[in-house]
């Protein structure tokens, strides 16, 4: 990750000053204006990252260079600098458009933090459009395995093929609805993509739902209701969990994959519709179709074109473009700033078998972001199934590994070791300099310097 290119618009030479020598320490690109008017030319000239915005400047008020910079094409972040007792104005400028703010007197260490916090959440914001508008024909897609490249492949083949039936199989959660929407979008961008979960309606209301009904077809059909099938006509239906329709809609489904045609519920008339039919299911049809709990000839008739989804476990690779993709989408979706994930967070994610797949992955980070908005995630605060933290058997019986002070203990001592390891690491990495060692560990400047205080390795434990 690149380091952050940072202007500083402020009137005040010696806290300027001050900040240009602390933030270079740091590895940043600092450039200075004292005036609004210079500090719009410096933007235009320097093209920085991060702004550090005073709300009082000598020709302009802070809240006049927020609007400008709201105009420009591709403004750069901005972090509003408020003195003590003017925090309200400070926030004022955030719900205006600014993405931070700071108070003075303020922490050294605080700032740098902020800064790298917002930096990062920058270029993650603009990887993750990057990749989407690489992967504009498939969107949601995302990965670099051997198992999603070739599953990228064939949405792009099927997609263009004249196939009107596909089948999707693949366990809950492995994103099947996005592979639906990416099939569709490849030929069909703007016709109609229709969907409908099977396990979600009665069987009487599914009818109704799928092919419409007459008014008064059945009690409280007070007006002609138009169906799904008539509303997809000319795109794409898509019918999550199709091993949940019963026999009879199953047959009825299969005459209008034959005939192209269909009559609403207590309607007298044929209805023509030309759809392209995607259904998916987490179950064996093939073996729920011999065993005769699934219309055989409804199976044969989907799986022209079958497509199968593997599950996150086996394309374990793409978990860290996930995590970053969900992180950025998850914190704009609370406006809030995103997790940090560190080396060590990562790598357990990534060990983690995911039986809920991608959803179980999306669910937790979305869990993560509400409770740690901004914050850097330890292992710690993962869930205990992924943290490792649970059940032991002992002597055949099942015992917390927190309820034995042995294990407690050695525990301790082994996060105590690994977590020295790591640090001295890092410094080494960064000859010495808290701040890369710091960027290195994915936690702030300041909590590395608790975390060293905490481990002795202050002084000469470096």
Known sequence: MRKPNVLIIDDEENLVSSLIFSLEEEGM?????????????????KTPDIVL???????????????????????PTTIMISAHGDTRAAVEAVKKGAQDYITK??????????IQRNH??????????????????????????EAMRALLQQVERIGNSSARNILLLGPSGSGKTVIAKALHSVKDKGAPFVSVNCASLSESLLEAELFGAEKGAYTGA?????????LANGGTLFLDEIGELSLPLQAKFLTFLETHSFRSVGGQFEIEADIRVIAASNRDL???????????????????????????????????LLVTEFSIDLALQEGCSPIIIPTETLSLLCEYQWPGNVRELRNTLERLTIL????????????????????????????SAFNDPATENSLADEIFKLEAERIREALLQ?????????????????????????????????
């Open 372 to 399: 740690h908005a901004g914050e850097t995630v330890s292992p710690m605060q993962l869930p205990p199934e992924i943290a490792g933290i649970g059940k032991v058997q002992v002597a055949g019986s099942s015992q």
């Open 222 to 230: 007070d007006k002609r209701r138009t169906g799904l099938v008539e």
């Open 53 to 75: 915005l005073d709300l009082k400047l000598p020709d302009q008020s802070g809240f006049d260079i927020l609007d400008t910079i709201k105009t420009m094409a591709a403004p």
């Open 286 to 320: 093939q073996a729920e179709a011999q065993s005769g709990a699934f219309r055989e000839d409804l199976f044969y008739r989907l799986n022209i074109m079958p497509l199968v989804i593997p599950c996150l476990a086996d394309r374990k690779e793409d978990i860290p």
């Open 29 to 45: 690109i600092v450039h200075s204006a004292g005036t609004g008017k210079d500090g719009l030319a410096a933007i235009d000239a």
């Open 430 to 462: 960064s000859h010495g300099r808290k701040g890369d060692a710091a960027n290195y560990l994915g936690i702030s400047r300041h909590a590395l310097k608790r975390r060293m205080q905490k481990l002795g390795l202050t002084g000469g434990g470096l």
């Open 120 to 145: 990062q959440h920058r270029q993650l914001s603009e990887e993750v459009a990057y990749r989407r508008e690489q992967d504009a024909d498939a969107p949601g897609l995302i990965g670099n395995s």
């Open 105 to 114: 007197p303020f922490d050294l260490d605080e700032l740098i933090h902020l």
